[in-house]
């Protein structure tokens, strides 16, 4: 078993927060997965300025992701970020892969990304009730990333999304 340098937790709120973040680390491993295939296949007005923004985004997600998985390693727990495991755990809706329409992929990613800040906001707070200020810290940080990345890319839409 991994070594546990979170030892101040109780053992409950320990599993809790490694279960948690890795629910987390699923949907951000999944999410920043659905930015890089808008970005591989968007097309229409404003095409560059877009597919620029979102390698930004993608970047911006896999920090996040290290973040917790590195959390979850420290907490003694086992980061669980294969492809299978992303597939089989992502709270996430899928993707859609046939769209290429600069607004529909704008549509869809506002979309992850707003169910995505909520699943956040609420890990947010279960970290504080389970008195992990640390992970709480951690889930703002992606938080707070993560709004400003969806604010950026909705308003690169040419429609109200």
């Known amino acids: 078993m991994p070594q546990n340098f979170v030892p101040f937790l109780k053992e409950n709120a320990r599993t809790e927060m490694i279960e948690l973040l890795n629910a987390r680390l699923a949907d951000t491993i999944d999410l920043a997965n659905a930015v890089k295939q808008a970005h591989w296949n968007i097309k229409g007005v ?51 892969t046939e769209i290429v329409k600069l607004d529909d992929h704008v549509e869809a990613l506002v979309e992850r990304y707003n169910d995505f800040t909520t699943k956040l906001r609420q890990g947010i707070e279960a970290a504080d009730e389970a008195g992990d200020e640390d992970t709480a810290d951690l889930l703002t940080e992606v938080s707070r990333t993560a709004e400003k990345d969806a604010w950026f890319i909705g308003s690169n839409g040419n429609k109200a999304v």
Not at 51 to 63: G, S
Not at 80 to 85: C, H, L, P
């Open 46 to 96: 404003g095409f560059i300025g877009v597919h620029e923004l979102l390698d930004d985004v993608a970047d911006h997600l896999r920090e996040g992701s290290d973040l917790m998985a590195e959390r979850v390693v420290m907490m003694g727990g086992l980061a669980q970020g294969t492809s299978k495991t992303v597939a089989e755990k992502s709270s996430l809706s899928a993707y859609p």
